[in-house]
Structures are given as C-alpha cells and as structure tokens.
C-alpha cells in the first residue's frame, strides 16, 4: 500500500523534473534533447529543469529508416508520455501516488509506419506544458505533438523542436507591479479571472506562420500591436459551427480567459474598485442578416481607453475601459482550411487636461489725472 507523505521538500529553479517508471519502478528524469557538435546532432541525456522554459532543436540521422521508423522511441510520441508520471516534487524515499501527475496527452498521434520507402506519423516537434503551484511542485502536464513524413534514397535526417513550458494559476502571488499606483509605459497589462492574476496575451505564429498553442505575446501599456497567424480546421471540425466557434475564441483569449482588466498598475485581485470589466461583442450581434450562417471570428481588436489623473507633477496612468470586439464573416466565404486570425491592440489618450494659468495679476497703477502737470511745478 502506498502511504500519502507530506510535500516537505522544496523545490527550486534548475532542479532535474524526476519521472517514475511504474512498469519497472524506476526513478529517472525527464529529458529535452539539445544539440551538439557542428553538425548539430540530438543528444538525449539533457534533464530538463524546474521553472526552465526552454525551447531547444537537434537533428537526428537514420541509416536503417524502416527498421527506425518502428523502433526508435524518438520518433514513436508514445514514448514521451507513456508507462511513466512526473513527480510533483525531487523525492528519493517512497513514491506515494499522491506524487505522481500523469501526463495528458492532447490528440497524440498512432504509431509512426512504413510505406513505400517512407517512414510517417515520425515525431518532429514535442511541447510540455507544466502546471506549477509554487513549493508545491507541479500540478499537471499536458504534451502535445507535430508530426511528420520521412522519405528519401540515401542518407536520412530529421529536424525536432522541443520545448517546455511552465505556467501557474497563482500569478497574483509572484507578479511584479505594472505601476504604483499608475501604469508604466511598457510595463505588462494585469488582467484577472476570478481571484488568479496574470498579463494580458494575444496570439503569436510559428516560425511557419501558425498559430502557437502555447507561446504568445504579452501586451504592454501604451504599446499598440498588431499579430497575426493560421489556424488549421479540420474536415471534421468544419462541419460543426458551434464547435469552431469554441475553438477560435479559446485562440484568441489563450488557456486562461480574462473577465477583468486592472485599472492602476498595482491592482489587487481582491479590491473590486481596482479593475474593470472586460466588454466583449462576440459574432452573435452580427449574424443578424445572416440566420443560417456560421459567423466566426477572424480578427480580434482589443480597445483600451487610458486617461492621465492626479497632479500635473506628477500624474498617474490608469484606465478607464476595454473592449474585446471580434469582426466575423462566414464560415462558407473561407476557401481553406487555414484560418487566418488577426489581433489588434489600440490604446486611445481620453485625458482631459485643465486650463493653463492665466499668468500673474498686473498692476494697475491710478493716479490723479493731472498728477504729472502738478508735479513739474512743485
């Protein structure tokens, strides 16, 4: 029977992430192969490390492809999820089950096979997403694949992207202020979901021009922006309008949807008078003369009306709205299945300045009307 034992270790940044091998009760570590030599080859026996985020590319060489192809687990994207669990925290004594966080897959691909000379489903990109909730430890982890076709008559080579990326509901805890009180240009936009807090992103593409599912752009005060990228649908996605709808606002908002935006730069979750929220006019308002349409949204225009307060001295950013407006058009006027979607950030001056001073009050100097006649004579 496994015994529950409290998390009394602390974790630390750089630490080795430790998996457990249930199958053969194995303690190890999670790897993220880097590249060495010129030629820039994979080289395995790199741990990856606690609150690391890193994305790293190696190159791999296959001189038997067919017999590889099946057998080697670099290539196969079960090997990186399969049969073993990370731990929450490094522990070396008895592995309870409460320290063990299964890896979720999100749509893994099958097994990678031959046909006609070409090895596919082969693994050309990995990305670990890993919850962390301080000294806790990491609280779950997801990982998800891009695949690809090996082919070739002599001398086979495949390029893989790994990348691992850690991220926390508690932001409102470890978050440095935009401000105090005011925004700083160019300091992070706070926005909240419930009590977590955390900066306000938009979407940012690939080095090929689609749409990253993990990495994106933080908004900066006083920055306007503009991203853009391609999401892919599926055959089976576009037939359900519904479902695509979902899928394109979850893109546009990220993992962690915002109700709030922070008024001051140094905002707490906890004073309601420090935020407002978030406006957002989705495709529903404009499917009015289109009833049996599929409106879905295309470009997302983020507006944000700022205003200066307090003394001329020394005045104070803060703001006064936003406003999530999404422009749509219909599914059906798509001649693809790559979705283009563009962001946009505006941040539009509202400040009222006062009247300048009028200058200091003159002297008026009255004198009796022949006060210069008389006194040339006396």
């Given amino acids: 029977m496994d015994l529950i034992y ?47 985020s890193e994305s790293t590319s190696c190159t791999r060489i296959f001189t038997n492809l067919s017999r590889s192809c ?14 073993f669990a990370v731990l929450k925290v490094p522990i070396h004594d008895t592995i309870a089950e409460s320290m063990k966080v299964r890896i979720s897959p999100i749509g893994p691909p099958g097994a990678p096979y031959m046909e006609d ?16 909730n301080g000294t806790h430890g990491i609280q779950s ?23 691992l990326r850690f991220w926390t509901k508690m932001l409102s805890h470890t978050l440095p202020r935009s401000g105090n009180p005011g925004y700083i240009t160019g300091a992070p936009l706070l926005i909240a979901n419930g009590s977590a807090v955390q900066h306000m992103s938009i979407l940012q593409s690939e080095a090929d021009g689609s749409c990253s599912q993990f990495l994106r752009h933080t ?18 996605e576009e037939s359900n309008c519904s479902y695509i709808q979902l899928k394109l606002y979850n893109a546009f ?39 049996s349409c599929c409106m879905i949204p295309l470009t997302l225009d983020i507006q944000i009306l700022w205003t200066k ?45 006062p009247e300048p001073p009028r200058g200091l009050p003159k002297v008026h100097w009255k004198l009796p009307f022949d006060f210069f006649f008389h006194s040339r004579w006396y």
């Fill in 141 to 163: 982890v997801s990982v998800r694949f891009k695949v690809t076709s090996i082919s070739g008559s002599s001398g086979f080579s495949l390029q893989q992207h790994f990348t």
């Fill in 219 to 236: 908004v900066r005060f006083g920055s306007n922006m503009r991203t853009g990228c391609k999401l892919r649908l599926t055959q089976m």
């Fill in 70 to 83: 099946v057998s080697d687990p670099a290539l196969n994207a079960a090997s990186y999820y399969h049969d």
């Fill in 309 to 353: 307060m307090g003394l001329l001295s020394n005045p104070q950013a803060q703001i006064l709205g936003v406003r999530y407006f999404y422009h749509c058009q219909p599914l059906k006027s798509l001649s693809t299945s790559l979705v283009p979607l563009t962001t946009l950030v505006t941040f539009t001056d509202m400040t009222e300045w």
């Fill in 6 to 52: 409290s998390v009394c270790s602390w974790v630390n940044a750089g630490d080795p992430i430790l998996i457990y091998f249930d199958s053969l009760s194995i303690l190890s570590v999670l790897r993220q192969p880097v590249k060495m030599g010129v030629g820039g080859l994979c080289v395995d026996g790199n741990p990856a490390g606690f609150l690391e």
């Fill in 117 to 132: 000379n070409t090895c596919n489903n082969a693994v050309s990109e990995v990305i670990y997403e890993i919850e962390f």
């Fill in 253 to 291: 908002q990220g993992m962690n949807q915002a109700e709030n935006l922070a008024i001051i730069g140094s905002a707490r979750s906890t004073q309601e008078e420090e935020w407002v929220t978030i406006l957002i006019q989705n495709c529903s308002v404009q499917t009015e003369n289109c009833s």
